[in-house]
């Protein structure tokens, strides 16, 4: 059995952005996208069959996509859906009419021509840069250009030479990476970044307070064991975490699982005294046992990893959980694992 990757740790892991030298890798968007997401910032295009958004990362962001991003993504959707607007675009779709108004009387965004935005052209980084840009109190006549925004948030540690006049390929998930960029960049003259100017506002990334990580302690024929405990950077554990439903490509799990640190720490004992050696799960707060129809899993899966010469089908367990913070705060959790399975192991 081996882990292919964490994706889609919404709400959970602390997402370390780190701009690369080149574009951002497709794991580093997905998980801005799910940090943003985790803060009612960034919708997907739809829902899937398990109720886990569908960010559709490859797709090319149009300008009315991208001023609808913009305004979620400083916490203005609700000022911009109850407010009313006029602007002299008179090619706007009516479900981008309150984004590009809130937008346009805000000064966030102009349109293309006199009285036309062109809300179905592909938008540009520059466009997008210079939308966030003006968000965080810039001005693109003073402060930067909005042709080469890239120069300004460069400095800034938004980007950092990913985009320039060359730039020929823009998607849903560059917006996603710049976004959750721009959450850890200080606003115009002022010492706070733009989370701290969120937070004021109450929108805050409320899972951030515990970091964690899973750890598969079990591997059996249909049946996988996973850990669950805070990452040694977390300023906070759950009391509890439960894991409420679970699915291995999209077929249901039979689940058994141990809620608490205690919990597990007893189940722990119960299994050493039945085994040669001691099994502990330090600082655990959660064990979760994982039962499905292993061949039907496989059978269902749609990606499949080569290693040591052999192919494996990938398993994907989708589930939906909900972590409690010491003060009582509950968070609720979708958490999507990528495993193959190439042998088995574990005494759980």
Known sequence: MKKLATILLTLALSLSLTVPAL??????EEAAAWRLYSMGLFLG?????????????????????????????IGQEKAALEGTWTTPFEDVPAWAEPYVG???????????????????????????????????????????????????????????GQYHAGTTSFDRGDVAWISANALTAKVKDSDKTLEAVLADQGIRYEAGRCLWEEECVTCQK????????????????????????????GLPCEIEQYTTPAKVKDQCRKISRREDFTVTLPDAFGLVYLRFDEAAAKEAATETVTANQLTYPVITFKLHCTGTLKDGTQVQELVALDYYIDGYTGVF
């Open 23 to 28: 574009a951002a890798p497709a794991e580093e």
């Open 45 to 73: 295009t739809g829902i899937d069959e398990e109720g886990f958004p569908v960010f559709s990362l490859e797709d090319a962001p149009t300008r009315a996509e991208g001023v609808t991003m913009l305004v979620r993504l």
């Open 102 to 160: 809130y937008a346009y009387a805000n000064g966030l965004t102009n349109g293309t021509r006199p009285n036309g935005f062109d809300p179905d052209l592909p938008i540009s980084p520059s466009e997008y840069l210079t939308f966030v840009l003006r968000a965080m109190g810039y001005d693109s006549g003073t402060d930067f250009a909005w042709d080469s925004a890239w120069t300004l948030s460069d400095k800034l540690g938004i980007t950092d």
């Open 222 to 249: 249909g049946k996988l064991v996973f850990s669950f405990a805070p990452t040694k950077g977390s300023k906070e554990a759950y009391t509890s975490f439960q894991v409420t439903s679970a699915t291995a490509n």
